[in-house]
């Protein structure tokens, strides 16, 4: 068969149904064929079209335009950096708390010892080449910087029956109430006088004295000291007064018999029982050494 006879047509295919529609190529058959198809509405089809929905384009949203520039945000510090940061400062802290907590436990706090009240030591009188040093244990009432007001306060304390004297030493002058052995025996002789509501203070002194080496003044005087202290502590005492009276016959002084005197009437009036007034015989003694 002659293929350019053939009639030319073209297959269609809908819904899975294939129609076939030929080509002619007379005019007039094609214009009854559609007059045809005009008049046939029963032969008409529908196209039907594959049930997709072609979804519209999604414009992109635009942000908002604000009329003027918005400031940065601050930097703001992470929850994890926060945390890491407190637990270094909590865990600095009680360790330094706990050191400080060793230490104070360690640290031995030493007691606190309360010292007695006490003036200033009495500065030594003017040494000379000759003379001996003199130990004293001395009960003091004050120290002034006047004779006349050193010498109001002795009457006071004379007018209570209790030995008084006073000692010029440089510039300044001392009122001492009373003499003992030792610094513990001055200590309890001077409580004595603070039940008479006196003030007073207790203290060693030492200084040069008008007498030689080898003098048994000195010896004298200590004995004697002892033993007019005890009798005003109402306390036993170890002193022999007779044989203390035997030495003073060994007392020489040479120079100061007014040294010597003061001595022999103290030594009476202890014999007497008279123990305040052989301390302010004593007191008197030291005044006429004292260089």
């Known amino acids: 068969m002659d293929k350019s006879n053939q009639e030319n047509g073209f297959t269609i295919k809908i819904n899975g149904q294939e129609k076939s529609f030929k080509e002619h190529s007379d005019p007039i058959e094609e214009g009854r064929t559609e007059a045809a198809a005009v008049e046939s509405p029963d032969e ?34 992470k929850t994890p950096f926060i945390l890491a940061i407190v637990a270094i400062v909590v865990g600095t802290s009680l360790g330094f708390l706990a050191i400080r907590t060793i230490t104070a436990e360690q640290t031995v706090t030493p007691p606190v010892e309360v010292e007695e009240e006490k ?59 009373g003499v003992a052995e030792s610094l513990a025996a001055t200590k309890e002789l001077a409580l004595e006088y603070k039940t008479q509501d006196v003030d007073v203070f207790w203290k060693e002194l030492r200084f040069k004295a008008k ?29 022999d007064l007779q044989q ?48």
């Open 211 to 239: 007498i030689a080496e080898d003098d048994a003044a000195v010896d004298v005087y200590s004995s004697l000291a002892e033993l007019s202290a005890a009798k005003l502590r109402n306390t036993d005492s170890s002193v």
């Open 119 to 177: 003036p200033a030591v009495v500065p030594p009188a003017e040494q000379t080449s000759e003379g001996a040093t003199v130990q004293t244990f001395l009960v003091q009432g004050g120290v002034f910087s006047t004779e006349e007001a050193a010498k109001e306060v002795q009457a006071t304390l004379q007018a209570k029956k209790l030995p008084a004297e006073v000692f010029k030493m440089e510039n300044e002058y001392y009122l001492f109430l």
């Open 44 to 77: 008409s089809f529908d196209w039907v079209l594959p049930n997709e929905i072609i979804p519209a384009p999604n414009p992109k949203k635009k942000g908002k335009i604000h009329p003027y520039p918005q400031p940065r945000r601050p930097w703001k510090l």
């Open 244 to 291: 203390v009276t035997k030495q003073l016959n060994g007392v020489q002084l040479s120079g100061n018999k007014e040294g010597k005197k003061r001595l022999m009437e103290a030594s009476e009036l202890l014999q007497k029982n008279q123990a305040s007034e052989a301390q302010e015989k004593l007191l008197l003694f030291l005044q006429t050494i004292v260089s």
